[in-house]
């Protein structure tokens, strides 16, 4: 399966005031990797599909916030 997350490396100039940020990062949705919709998918139970958005794992793609203040 191909990763949802890509990099990408920001041209730094030896001009720039601010310090270089060396490596960027953003996330892809899955559907990008999936050209139709496959017959017979697996599906998430209907309370899983709830929490999780979709009805499909295959569609499935968690957040994870940089900026996360709270502790597990």
Known sequence: MYSQVKAWYPYVS?????????????STPPQLYIPF??????QFTPQE?????????????PYESKYQTWKE
């Open 14 to 26: 030896p001009f720039d005031p601010c310090p270089p940020i060396r490596i960027k990062t953003y």
């Open 37 to 42: 919709q496959p017959m017979n998918l697996p």
């Open 49 to 61: 599909a709830l929490m999780k958005g979709t009805l499909w794992p295959m569609l499935y793609s």
